[in-house]
């Protein structure tokens, strides 16, 4: 008699940080309902994640397996009769992840050698304050150049305007400043920030084949790790890529964003404060601007004299 195991899968169906919420949502079925975790990521050559297996499907496991898209307090409970789980959604009931959140991101680890060579980037950098900014386009467009509304499309790129306007504002209060830029299809918006401001790239390549419109000339896990070191970060609202970077890995950062809707001519800067980890109350706060706080052009308040925090890297 064949003996069916519980397994879940999670295949390479979407943005790393995405992969990594979906894995928040499997252990939540792990603990309630004893599935083993299992995943096939190119990534798990410089990520360990604890509990888990590498792996796919494959025919058999694809073979009655529940495809899981959507996932309320219901059908999670209904999970415990399934044998094989592929997930291809990443949300789930807010009470089952959020209590396990926090745990299951402290299981997520980075290999030796790519956390030695973002530490030794930071080190080469020295002492100075280092400010974190994600440039996410690609996937999200700019719709206009006057305006930013999320109302109008939520994965909306943030105009490189608001960019160099907080950045001014930055420097302004902090000269000896450096931005660490992290961008997907970004080059020229990071070519035009170069002829104003001091710019510093993490010097790793990426060696992933994937998705045109994720895809970073830079290492995409190494720009993750070295983005959640800053003290401050300049976001992308709704990416999940800032989310993790500025609220999740690491110690959490002074996450600066746009607000829901701005002009040009009357910019605006929020910060985020993390009512919880989950990645709904991230979108949340992006498109509604829920948790959020207004801050003066000024940007008083904000502590904009710290070097990049690496330490952490190490003790993983």
């Not at 879940?8 to 919420?21: F, P, S």
């Not at 058999?60 to 397996?65: E, F, S, T, V």
């Not at 290492?219 to 993790?244: D, I, R």
Request: with cysteine; proline share 6%.
């Amino acid at each position: 008699m064949i003996e069916f195991k519980k397994r879940i899968y999670i295949e390479n169906c979407c943005g790393l940080c995405n992969r990594l919420e979906m894995f928040v949502l499997a252990s939540a079925i792990q603990r309630a309902h004893g599935h083993q975790i299992f995943l096939g990521w190119p990534e798990l050559d410089v990520l360990r994640i604890e509990g888990t297996r590498r792996g796919t499907p494959g025919l058999l496991g694809r073979w009655g397996a529940v495809r899981l898209r959507a996932c309320d307090l219901e059908a999670f409970e209904k999970l415990a009769g399934r044998n094989h789980i592929i997930l291809r959604g990443l949300g789930g009931p807010a009470e089952k992840m959020a209590p396990i959140h926090l745990e299951s991101v402290s299981k997520i680890h980075l290999r030796a050698p790519l956390a030695e060579a973002i530490s030794a980037f930071f080190r080469e950098l020295g002492p100075r304050p280092v400010v974190g900014v994600h440039l996410r386009q690609g996937d999200f467009r700019l719709l206009s150049e006057d305006a930013y509304d999320l109302n109008q499309a939520w994965l909306s790129a943030v105009p490189l305007w608001w960019h160099e306007w907080v950045m001014d504002a930055i420097v302004q209060r902090q000269p000896d400043v450096r931005f660490l830029v992290c961008q997907t299809k970004a080059e020229q918006a990071v070519a035009t920030l170069r002829k104003n401001f001091e710019i510093v790239e993490l010097p790793i390549g990426n060696p992933y084949r994937g998705d045109p419109g994720h895809r970073s000339s830079k290492h995409p896990v190494g720009e993750l790790f070295a983005l959640a070191c800053c003290p401050v970060v300049l976001a992308t609202p709704v990416s999940s890529f800032s989310h993790y970077a500025a609220n999740v890995l690491g110690g959490k950062s002074v996450c600066l964003m746009p607000p829901p809707q701005m002009k040009k001519g009357d910019r605006a800067i929020v910060r985020f404060h993390a009512g919880g980890p989950l990645l709904q109350q991230w979108v949340d706060a992006s498109c509604q601007g829920r948790g959020t706080e207004f801050l003066a052009a000024t940007l008083e308040g904000v502590d904009f004299e710290q070097a990049a925090r690496h330490g952490w890297l190490q003790s993983q």
